[in-house]
């Protein structure tokens, strides 16, 4: 029965991780097709306008950069050690919908790319940014298709750099942990199927039969 609770369970917060995926590919489509009217722009914030670019170390690299760009310098720095890290297996993911790993062949060592699709560096190229708004939901405890977004152009947007890569990284990667949960449900209930199978074998009962020495015991000792 505990088993039979995990595994559903697993299977629900898959749908609902695949419901929430949708729906940021949705507010992605939105505001790709949304065309920005700069006039209409509203006006930043003093809190959202800095004084003046103020100089910051890259954690990364330690190069200089400004407040400005620091986000996306960051990203690229990420982006350049990433690829040197390699994490890929001989056997490929087999699943009906998406996989949620970048799961690209290499043929030089013979095995495939086992990093998140959405933040691989080597096989999923950056795009160009789109002329949209940014579309980054401001209450991103509650996401929705109706979700108030931001609309500040997606270049001049510093605030919500790179958000949909981000969000999406954080759903598939809750979703191999509960692949990984459902997995272990699945070797849980076959071991389980395996021995109410075979609790009726004499052999077993023999190997696995359990003797009572108390009375010998009592017995010996008056």
């Given at each position: 029965?505990?088993?039979?609770?995990?595994?559903?369970?697993?299977?629900?917060?898959i749908?609902?991780?695949?419901?929430?995926?949708?729906?940021?590919?949705?507010?992605?489509?939105?505001a790709?097709a949304?065309?920005?009217?700069?006039?209409?722009?509203?006006?930043?914030?003093?809190?959202?306008?800095?004084?003046?670019n103020e100089e910051?170390d890259?954690?990364?690299?330690?190069?200089?950069?400004t407040?400005?760009n620091?986000?996306?310098?960051m990203?690229?720095?990420?982006?350049?050690f990433e690829?040197?890290?390699?994490?890929?297996?001989?056997?490929?993911?087999?699943?009906?919908?998406?996989?949620?790993?970048?799961?690209a062949?290499?043929?030089?060592?013979g095995t495939?790319?086992?990093?998140?699709?959405?933040?691989?560096?080597?096989?999923?190229?950056?795009k160009?940014?789109?002329?949209?708004?940014?579309?980054?939901?401001?209450?991103l405890?509650?996401?929705?298709?109706?979700?108030?977004?931001?609309?500040k152009g997606?270049r001049?947007?510093?605030?919500?750099?790179?958000?949909?890569k981000?969000?999406?990284?954080?759903?598939?990667m809750e979703?191999?942990l509960?692949?990984?949960?459902?997995?272990d449900s699945?070797?849980?209930?076959?071991?389980?199927?395996?021995?109410?199978?075979h609790?009726?074998?004499?052999?077993q009962?023999?190997?696995?039969?359990?003797?009572?020495?108390?009375?010998?015991?009592?017995?010996?000792?008056t």
């Amino acid at each position: 029965a505990v088993v039979s609770t995990q595994s559903t369970g697993a299977h629900q917060k898959i749908l609902e991780l695949q419901n929430q995926r949708l729906v940021i590919m949705n507010l992605i489509k939105n505001a790709k097709a949304t065309v920005l009217d700069n006039n209409s722009e509203e006006d930043l914030s003093e809190e959202e306008v800095p004084a003046d670019n103020e100089e910051l170390d890259c954690v990364i690299c330690g190069m200089a950069c400004t407040d400005k760009n620091a986000v996306r310098h960051m990203e690229r720095c990420y982006n350049k050690f990433e690829s040197k890290l390699g994490l890929g297996s001989t056997v490929k993911c087999h699943v009906t919908w998406e996989s949620p790993v970048c799961d690209a062949y290499d043929r030089q060592q013979g095995t495939y790319c086992k990093k998140l699709r959405v933040l691989c560096p080597d096989h999923n190229k950056e795009k160009e940014e789109h002329d949209g708004i940014c579309g980054c939901p401001l209450d991103l405890s509650d996401i929705s298709e109706n979700s108030t977004v931001c609309h500040k152009g997606k270049r001049a947007c510093n605030k919500h750099t790179s958000w949909e890569k981000l969000r999406l990284a954080e759903i598939d990667m809750e979703r191999v942990l509960q692949d990984l949960k459902l997995e272990d449900s699945f070797e849980e209930m076959r071991k389980v199927k395996y021995r109410m199978a075979h609790r009726t074998n004499l052999l077993q009962i023999l190997l696995n039969g359990t003797i009572c020495h108390g009375q010998e015991t009592q017995s010996s000792v008056t």
